[in-house]
């Protein structure tokens, strides 16, 4: 398992925007596919968005397209979510996770995919 930590939430009112980080500790971090998960209280974790391996696709859940965009860098070994035009039910902790076997598809969408998570950082977004 990669060691993963979670920085940059906080609360922003409605519209603003902000960017959360992601740091790895994994040696071979280029073949990890990487996500974003959020869960709110009361709620299930569910897919935000994710990365494949170093030059993979990238994927969005419907509620943040055109909104979130997913990056990595590879050589900092970070994966970023720049999040813009926040809305308050984006309210919610965000995890980061890691997939040593990639993902593809519908895999990707699926926590079960993924071998390795953050603690979590806070977003809230007031109205």
């Known amino acids: 398992q990669v060691q993963l930590v979670e920085s940059g939430g906080g609360l922003v009112q409605a519209g603003g925007s902000l960017s959360l980080s992601c740091a790895a500790s994994?040696?071979?971090?280029?073949?990890?596919?990487m996500g974003w998960f959020r869960q709110a209280p009361g709620k299930e974790r569910e897919f935000v968005s994710a990365?494949?391996?170093?030059?993979?696709?990238?994927y969005y859940t419907d509620s943040v397209k055109g909104r979130f965009t997913i990056s990595r860098d590879n050589a900092r070994k970070m994966v970023y979510l720049q999040m813009n035009s926040l809305k308050p039910e984006d309210t919610a902790v965000y995890f980061c996770?890691?997939?040593?076997?990639?993902?593809?598809?519908?895999?990707?969408?699926?926590?079960?995919?993924?071998?390795?998570w953050g603690q979590g950082t806070q977003v809230t977004v007031s109205s």
């Open positions: 990365h494949g391996r170093s030059g993979g696709t990238t």
């Open positions: 994994a040696l071979t971090f280029s073949y990890y596919a």
């Open positions: 996770a890691a997939s040593i076997n990639g993902c593809s598809g519908y895999g990707c969408y699926r926590p079960s995919t993924y071998d390795s």
